[in-house]
Structure formats: C-alpha cells, structure tokens
C-alpha cells in the first residue's frame, strides 16, 4: 500500500498550480469571505487603512518585480505612481473618461516613462541606478509642480469621484471593493508573471546576468521589460491613490515616498509576491500603532504629554525597521515560510 506524504504531484500541471491542495483553497476562501465582510466589521478608519494598503501592495509588487527579481535597484517608484495618478486624472476630470479607461491608461503611460528611464540606465548598476532613478523622481516632481497649466502646480489636481457602470463610490467602503479587485488581479497577474519564462529570466539576469547572456538571455531586453513592469504596476497604484485621495499633489510623491516602496519589499522579503504583501501592509499599519503606543505613554506619564509628534514617529518607525532587518534579513515571508514549515512537521523538528 502505497502512502502519500506531504505534497505529491503526478503532472506539471498539477505542480504549476497555485493552490495545489484542499486546505490552501479552503485557507484562501476563507479569507477571500473575511475581505469581502470587513467593512461590516469595521469602522470607516480601517476600512480607509484596507484602502492604503492595497494601493502600496500594487506598488510594491510592481517595484519587487524590478529590484527583488531582476535586481535594478530603484529609488524612483513614487515618480511612476505620480505620473499614473496625473495622468488618470487628466483622463477623468479633463476627458470625463470611465475607470476602465483611466486605470489601464496611467499604467501604460507609467510604462511608458519607465521605458525611456530603462533604456539608458541598461549599464548602470547598484548605486549608480540608484542615483539615476532617484534624478529622475526629483525632475518630475518639479515639472508637476512648474507645469502649472497642467498639473495645477502646488494646488494640485481634484480627482473626481469613481462611476462604476451608473454607480458612485463616493465613500471608503464603496471604494473598498473596486480596490480589492484591482488589486487581486495585479497579485495574480504578478505570481504567474514571476513562473513564466519572463521571470525566470528576470531572476537570471538578477543572480548572474554575465552567464544569462552567454545562455541566451536577452539582457536588454528582459531590463526594459522588468522597468516597463514595474512602471506600469505603479501607474495602476498611482490611479488607484487618486481615486482614494480624491486630491493629488506634487508632495504625495517624494523621494521619501520611493523609500518606503524600497523598505516594503526589504522588510516583507526581496524576490516574492507574498513578501511584498506582508512589506506593505507592515509599512502603513505600524506607524498607526506607534501613535497608539505614544498616546498610551502620554497617558500613563503625564510628564510626557505634548513630547511626542511626527518627527518622533519617523525616528521610531526608522528604527524598528533596522532593528527588524538586522535580526530578520530575509524579510517577513521568511518568518512565514518558517512558520509553515514548522506547523506541516509538527511534532517532528526535521
């Protein structure tokens, strides 16, 4: 009598799939049916929380699709969400044109951009791309803000509300679902991208791009692809913003902006979907709970009312991200993978 342990796969198609077992599709119904009753559950505040979350997700996955798997550092994202979230919103409040037209139309024009940012930095590695991608985030946040007849300048663009099909999403848990499904399909998008010969190549060129191109590797070609990714995951998340924020301006999208994508994927895990997840809610959810703790502390010392203020708030943020990457380099989908390897071989530790 034969005994199946583990996971055992008769073809490739079984191999390839996503959710190869019953209780990783019993896991993701579940949690497919938790996302969907969220807003009855919480307040608005969270739902508003959900709603970031998912625009730094899909931002996240586009830069982890550069950096993690194809290793071109960027210190620009924020520069391709600006152009994504300008340009829907020229789109929509200046041609009155419907989200199925302005959300794919910022991706494309972000690609676009990220094209032409591609092509001369293809000899550029480590810092000097940082550099080059950094140069180019700050030339486009002063044509936003010197384009005035445009952009609006410093005032800004007002984003006008989403029409889904006659309906009006004019609050954050309308909005909730309409973000929900962009953001699943750019997730699934980006999972059997990073499976295909595509990202099998990006993960090439990343570990030992010198033998991928004596193996047939396109260099060029599989560089300009992975900005042109990138770029476009980040013009979706820019509209994404738009729509959201319902007012967009210039100081949106700094270089500051562009390091916290960086620190999403450092901390959820360089070279994973899932990771980028993780990064991504980690970033936007913990400064809230250090507000928490500051407020707490203030309350308990009186003495301490007053001391705590945004400042603050980046020196802690900044320092629980550099402790969290000194004694966790593998970011937080390694901490998961551990965790699921231990619970599939409980009791047993091998």
Same mark, same amino acid.
């Given at each position: 009598?034969?005994?199946?342990?583990?996971?055992?796969?008769?073809?490739?198609?079984?191999?390839?799939?996503?959710?190869?077992?019953?209780?990783?599709?019993?896991?993701?119904?579940?949690?497919?049916?938790?996302?969907?009753?969220?807003?009855?559950?919480?307040?608005?505040?969270?739902?508003?929380?959900?709603?970031?979350?998912?625009?730094? =997700?899909?931002?996240a996955? $586009? @830069? /982890?699709?550069?950096?993690?798997? #194809?290793?071109?550092i960027?210190?620009?994202? &924020? %520069?391709?969400?600006?152009?994504?979230?300008?340009?829907? =919103?020229?789109?929509?409040? $200046? @041609? /009155?044109?419907?989200?199925?037209? #302005?959300?794919?139309?910022?991706?494309?024009? &972000? %690609?676009a951009?990220?094209?032409?940012?591609?092509?001369?930095?293809?000899?550029?590695? $480590? @810092?000097?791309?940082?550099?080059?991608?950094?140069?180019?985030?700050?030339?486009v946040?002063?044509?936003?803000?010197?384009?005035?007849?445009?952009?609006?300048?410093?005032?800004?663009?007002?984003?006008?509300?989403?029409?889904?099909?006659?309906?009006?999403?004019?609050?954050?848990e309308?909005?909730?679902?309409?973000?929900?499904?962009?953001?699943?399909?750019?997730?699934?998008?980006?999972?059997?991208?990073?499976?295909?010969?595509?990202?099998?190549?990006?993960?090439?060129?990343?570990?030992?791009?010198?033998?991928?191109?004596?193996?047939?590797?396109?260099?060029?070609?599989?560089?300009?692809?992975?900005?042109?990714?990138?770029?476009?995951?980040?013009?979706?998340?820019?509209?994404?913003?738009?729509?959201?924020?319902?007012?967009?301006?210039?100081?949106?999208?700094?270089?500051?902006?562009?390091?916290?994508?960086?620190?999403?994927?450092?901390?959820?895990?360089?070279?994973?979907?899932?990771?980028?997840?993780?990064?991504?809610?980690?970033i936007?959810?913990?400064?809230?709970?250090?507000?928490?703790?500051?407020?707490?502390?203030?309350?308990?010392?009186?003495?301490?009312?007053?001391?705590?203020?945004?400042?603050?708030?980046?020196?802690?943020?900044?320092?629980?991200?550099?402790?969290?990457?000194?004694?966790?380099?593998?970011?937080?989908?390694?901490?998961?993978?551990?965790?699921?390897?231990?619970?599939k071989?409980?009791?047993?530790?091998?």
């Amino acid at each position: 009598m034969a005994i199946r342990s583990k996971i055992f796969c008769e073809t490739y198609h079984e191999d390839i799939k996503l959710l190869n077992t019953y209780w990783s599709k019993a896991w993701m119904g579940l949690f497919i049916i938790g996302l969907f009753i969220l807003p009855f559950l919480g307040d608005t505040y969270m739902v508003y929380m959900v709603n970031l979350c998912c625009i730094a =997700t899909v931002a996240a996955v $586009g @830069l /982890n699709l550069l950096t993690g798997f #194809t290793g071109q550092i960027s210190l620009g994202h &924020a %520069a391709f969400l600006a152009i994504g979230a300008y340009t829907g =919103t020229i789109l929509s409040e $200046g @041609l /009155n044109m419907p989200f199925w037209v #302005t959300v794919p139309a910022g991706g494309l024009v &972000a %690609a676009a951009a990220g094209i032409l940012v591609g092509i001369p930095c293809l000899r550029l590695k $480590g @810092l000097y791309l940082a550099m080059a991608t950094m140069s180019f985030g700050v030339m486009v946040e002063y044509v936003l803000i010197t384009l005035k007849g445009v952009t609006g300048g410093e005032r800004g663009m007002y984003m006008p509300e989403v029409d889904v099909f006659g309906m009006v999403l004019n609050t954050d848990e309308s909005i909730y679902y309409f973000l929900l499904v962009i953001t699943a399909i750019m997730i699934v998008a980006a999972k059997n991208i990073v499976r295909t010969r595509v990202g099998r190549a990006f993960v090439a060129v990343r570990d030992r791009d010198i033998a991928a191109e004596v193996m047939g590797v396109n260099l060029t070609l599989y560089k300009v692809m992975a900005f042109a990714l990138s770029s476009f995951y980040a013009g979706v998340a820019g509209v994404m913003y738009a729509y959201v924020m319902g007012h967009i301006h210039p100081e949106h999208f700094t270089m500051l902006h562009s390091v916290e994508y960086l620190a999403m994927i450092i901390v959820g895990g360089l070279g994973s979907i899932l990771g980028s997840i993780f990064g991504a809610i980690f970033i936007v959810v913990i400064p809230e709970f250090i507000k928490i703790l500051a407020q707490t502390i203030e309350e308990a010392i009186p003495a301490m009312a007053g001391k705590y203020d945004d400042e603050w708030n980046i020196a802690a943020f900044g320092l629980l991200i550099m402790l969290f990457l000194i004694f966790e380099p593998g970011g937080l989908n390694s901490i998961w993978q551990r965790l699921k390897i231990g619970f599939k071989n409980w009791p047993f530790t091998y």
